[in-house]
């Protein structure tokens, strides 16, 4: 059900207008159709689940999101069988990959991943660097959910380890700010359901995710560093679950 007090039904409306928005600027209307399949198949796979589960289908926000994200990321003009692939990818995995009942991968970021592994898949990030327009949002959303921790400690140490390589070069530690992909960070990063819930277990989280983002990245792997640290990040939340503050 979707009720516009809700922070996922806000978070649609957002990805709506934004996804509006880039395929206006850039003339793209295999990215409207993108938008549609991705969506549409997200929702399908969803209700497919709930029916062999046997509990009453409904459209779920998540999956509507999941969508979203997934059209976003890959962009239009591809293959329009990678926009029905990867959404089943991404809602099986929260299905079928779970612990204590709940799934354990952000659905979109596996299902992006492990397609890139398995297709010739090109991720094209749509937006991702149009700070002006994610930061305000993205920083409503974080507030709203409660990962401001999470958020800082993940631009910390890309600052600290990333910038500090770069001052030690004579450069402008800033120049982090400028290739930071703000899609991934103020919409995937921070997904509530498969990140952690105390204060501690969510600046640990931040800390692995931005550390591995420079670990993947100085190994030369030719998958996508952030939502593969995303990844890595998601199996530690059980544990960082546990992380409380003890006097």
Same mark, same amino acid.
């Given at each position: ?89 991404? &809602?099986?995995? /929260?299905?079928?990959?779970?612990? +204590?009942?709940?799934? @354990?991968?952000?659905? %979109?970021?596996? $299902? =992006? ?76 990063? &921070?997904?509530? /359901?498969?990140?952690?819930?105390? +204060?501690?277990?969510? @600046?640990?989280?931040? %800390?692995?995710? $931005? =550390? ?36």
């Amino acid at each position: 059900m979707f009720i516009f007090k809700s922070i996922k039904t806000q978070l649609i409306l957002f990805l709506i207008v934004f996804s509006v928005y880039l395929g206006i600027i850039n003339h793209d209307i295999s990215f409207f159709q993108a938008v549609s399949f991705s969506v549409f198949f997200a929702v399908l796979y969803e209700l497919c689940f709930y029916v062999l589960k046997r509990r009453n289908p409904v459209i779920l926000e998540s999956a509507v999101i999941t969508g979203l994200i997934i059209a976003l990321v890959l962009g239009g003009g591809q293959n329009w069988r990678y926009y029905i692939v990867v959404p089943f990818l991404a &809602i099986t995995s /929260k299905h079928v990959i779970r612990i +204590k009942n709940c799934h @354990i991968f952000n659905p %979109a970021a596996f $299902g =992006l991943l492990l397609a890139t592994i398995l297709l010739p898949i090109r991720l094209q990030w749509l937006g991702t660097y149009q700070w002006y327009i994610l930061l305000p949002f993205g920083l409503y959303f974080i507030y709203k959910i409660r990962k401001l921790e999470l958020l800082i400690s993940y631009l910390a140490v890309l600052l600290i380890v990333w910038g500090g390589q770069v001052l030690s070069q004579g450069g402008n530690p800033m120049i982090v700010f400028g290739f930071l992909s703000y899609f991934f960070v103020f919409i995937m990063l &921070i997904e509530p /359901k498969t990140t952690p819930i105390t +204060k501690f277990g969510k @600046i640990g989280f931040g %800390a692995v995710a $931005g =550390l591995f983002v420079l670990v993947l990245t100085q190994a030369g792997l030719t998958i996508d560093v952030e939502l593969g640290s995303l990844l890595i990040a998601n199996t530690c939340v059980p544990l960082l679950n546990k992380l409380k503050y003890r006097k």
